[in-house]
């Protein structure tokens, strides 16, 4: 069975925002290292942002700096992701995934365009 659900994906024209949840139902988000990834038509797989499980520090692709934010609300065990400034090119099928165990889930889409 997956591990995660992804949601909050849809379709929002350029400059929207969105923000996707990732959720685990067989463990605490809050002890892995997590990271949203991204795959569209076409292209490859890229990593987009992560947070650390040690002291929550975040990281993100130069792609996305400065629109999007990585954070976790450990008292419902989900991982957001807000996308700010959408941009056609971000277009694509968002996952969540824990490294450490090897965890993803289906993806949400998420498409920018007007």
């Known amino acids: 069975q997956l591990q995660f659900v992804e949601s909050g994906g849809g379709l929002v024209q350029p400059g929207g925002s969105l923000r996707l949840s990732c959720a685990a139902s067989r463990f605490t988000l809050e002890d892995y290292a997590i990271g949203w990834f991204r795959q569209a038509p076409g292209k490859e797989h890229e990593g987009v942002a992560c947070?650390?499980?040690?002291?929550?520090?975040?990281y993100y692709a130069l792609s996305v700096q400065g629109r999007f934010t990585i954070s976790r609300d450990a008292d419902r065990n989900l991982v957001y992701l807000q996308m700010n400034n959408l941009k056609p090119e971000d277009t694509a099928v968002y996952y969540c995934?824990?490294?450490?165990?090897?965890?993803w889930g289906q993806g949400t889409q998420v498409t920018v365009s007007s």
């Open positions: 995934h824990a490294p450490l165990i090897n965890a």
């Open positions: 947070i650390s499980s040690s002291d929550s520090s975040t």
